[in-house]
């Protein structure tokens, strides 16, 4: 029979090795420094929306593959969703709006857009074309019933925004879950909701159709600055705080190909964009497809960086509705909502 020392001395070896195996496990969940041999999982808000192309893009001309990262792309059909799952631990980063970052300080989160792809929403206030004749104007929405993709996403954000900032309480109308797309499409057509917020290519079904009319633009800066009193910086790559500590090459990588990517859109035109997309996104008219990437690709700035003073706007908007963040605004520290630190690096690069 074994000695007593020998016996805890194998005991000792399958405990390290036992360590040894979890560790290694965790790394492959959680994408390893440095991207080798970990999965990254990127949830996006939407992965056919126009808005998040950049994301789907990246892996289309294998800028994630060129860094030697491993990513797998996710999709919730609502920011508060893919917010959730962050949280939760399950992926590794999200592809939606940077104002998630700011609404979850309030609540003791931390979170960081670590590429800042936009600098305005890309979405548009759309008004069903039977209601067009009397909805006119956010100072209309008295007693209607206004769609979002889901309640606590950013576009109920920005309709709460739109309505506060036209003289009108978010308790004065009627907050319809919608969706997107053609579930969208069918609750405004059928009734279900008089105007709402949405993006392209929805957007451009509906105005293709004359089911619907551009109530507020916002896929520009100008509409964006009038709609919202300045810019309001919407998809981005954000990530968990200590994620973003403990994994700083994987971040870097991960910034240095959509940085890539930011800069190939500025140097194609919406045909050729749209033609390296999946050809399921067109819905079978890529006509129409085209136009709608043509409508929205001005949203994306380029370069992956933060602007201060369009961060300071999306904290003052937020604050004009939102009571946890009113409450909270002196308190938030907007530094901790974003970086530009690998997005500088990657421009140099």
Not at 283 to 310: C, H, Q, R, T, W
Not at 316 to 328: D, M, N, T, W, Y
Request: with cysteine; net charge neutral; hydrophobic share 40%.
């Amino acid at each position: 029979m074994p000695s007593t020392s020998v016996r805890a001395g194998a005991a000792a070896l399958a405990a390290l090795t036992a360590l040894s195996s979890l560790s290694a496990c965790r790394d492959s969940r959680s994408g390893a420094d440095g991207g080798s041999g970990g999965t990254v999982k990127i949830m996006v808000g939407g992965i056919d929306k126009v808005i998040y192309l950049p994301a789907k893009l990246t892996e289309q001309l294998g800028y994630f593959k060129e860094q030697g990262l491993d990513v797998q792309l996710l999709t919730e059909p609502a920011g508060a969703q893919a917010e959730n799952v962050l949280i939760a631990g399950d992926v590794q980063g999200v592809v939606g709006f940077y104002d998630h970052s700011i609404h979850l300080q309030t609540k003791g989160k931390c979170v960081q857009s670590v590429v800042q792809m936009a600098d305005v929403p890309g979405e548009a206030e759309m008004v069903s074309a039977s209601k067009a004749g009397s909805l006119t104007s956010p100072a209309g929405f008295k007693g209607k019933k206004l769609g979002v993709t889901s309640p606590g996403s950013s576009t109920d954000f920005i309709t709460r925004a739109l309505a506060v900032r036209n003289g009108v309480k978010t308790s004065d109308y009627t907050t319809v879950k919608a969706g997107a797309g053609q579930t969208f499409i069918s609750t405004m057509e059928n009734g279900g909701i008089d105007a709402g917020m949405t993006t392209d290519p929805t957007i451009a079904k509906l105005v293709s159709t004359g089911k619907g009319k551009v109530m507020v633009e916002m896929r520009t800066e100008d509409g964006t600055r009038r709609a919202l009193g300045g810019l309001y910086p919407s998809s981005s790559l954000y990530m968990d705080c200590a994620y973003v500590k403990s994994h700083g090459g994987t971040v870097q990588k991960l910034a240095n190909a959509f940085v890539k990517t930011l800069g190939w859109i500025k140097q194609h035109k919406p045909a050729e964009i749209a033609a390296k997309m999946p050809k399921d996104y067109a819905g079978g008219d890529p006509a129409l497809y085209e136009k709608a990437v043509g409508d929205s690709i001005s949203m994306f700035n380029g370069d992956g960086v933060m602007k201060p003073d369009a961060a300071e706007n999306v904290l003052k908007v937020l604050a004009q509705f939102s009571p946890e963040v009113a409450e909270k605004k002196g308190q938030i520290d907007l530094t901790e909502t974003y970086t530009t630190h690998f997005v500088v690096n990657a421009k140099q690069g």
